[in-house]
């Protein structure tokens, strides 16, 4: 990769190979889209990264689209080689160019969430994260809908797949524990924290969660629930042990094959008793 190039050259050469890796191919009105200037502008672009990077992409003229096409030689050098990259990159960069090539809900990044964070909740979280401080917080829970005042130290911010949580310290329960970003009003900073990161336990350490599918599955829906996530058998998932419970909800994971029903959970933990110390227990609040 030529790292001489400027930013801003840089940038389309990422929208480039994106186009090209997943969606078999680029042209000028394409990333046009994405940059919001003219195609004849955009054109110098895909040239460029034809000159950088010789004998990599090809004109297919016979296409109906007029695409630049990858060659065997391709090999993406400015992205991530994940499909969660590139959806990442264009709900960020291009919902217009989703739009136009694919029409409107060709494409989802996720399940809608019910409530996003609020840039007022965030700001306040960041930047005590950077100073290491306590922030002062209303909070609603479900032991107190109504909402309480709480002093915490955050440490981190983390996805559970629908919902932003703030890892921090609760001076209240005295414990880290976590906090959902869309039950956070009026935060403000709070003096210095004497509670960090490196003292949370459940975040620091990782969990190996080991997956099969449920026992009750005939052999060849075994087999086929597991190829749904690239699986001929059984498989781990690596998380935090704080994030462990997330990822049991998010991947629908029966706790118990004894007690969940084969359709509600077909894939199930194994080893239960190994991660039983990290999970939830009774209402938070």
Known sequence: MNTSISNQLKSRFKAIEYMVH???????????????????????????YVKQHP???????????????????????????????????????SNEHIRQTYGDGAVSEQITPICSPQPEVTRILLKAIRLKSRVSVFYSSRNNPMGIQRVIAPHALSHDGLRWHCRAYCYKREQFTDFNLGRMKDLSIAGKADKHQHQDEHWIQFVEIKVAAHPALPPEEQALVLSD?????????????????????????????????????????????????????????
């Open 55 to 93: 004998d990599t992409l090809i004109f297919n003229g016979k296409d109906p689209e007029k695409l630049y096409i990858a060659t065997s030689l391709f090999t993406p050098l400015y992205i991530p080689h994940n499909w969660e990259s590139y959806v990442s990159y264009m709900f960020a960069n």
């Open 229 to 285: 996530y690239g699986k001929k058998g059984h498989f781990v998932i690596r998380t935090r042990a704080a994030l462990a419970d997330y990822t049991i909800q998010f991947y629908r994971l029966g706790m118990d094959p004894n007690t969940c029903s084969q359709q509600g959970h077909p894939l199930v933990i194994t080893n239960l008793e190994e991660i039983a110390f990290c999970l939830f227990r009774g209402p938070k609040g």
């Open 22 to 48: 997943w969606e078999g191919g680029v042209n000028s009105s394409r990333l046009s889209r994405i940059f919001g200037v003219q195609a004849n502008v955009i054109r110098t672009a895909i040239n460029q």
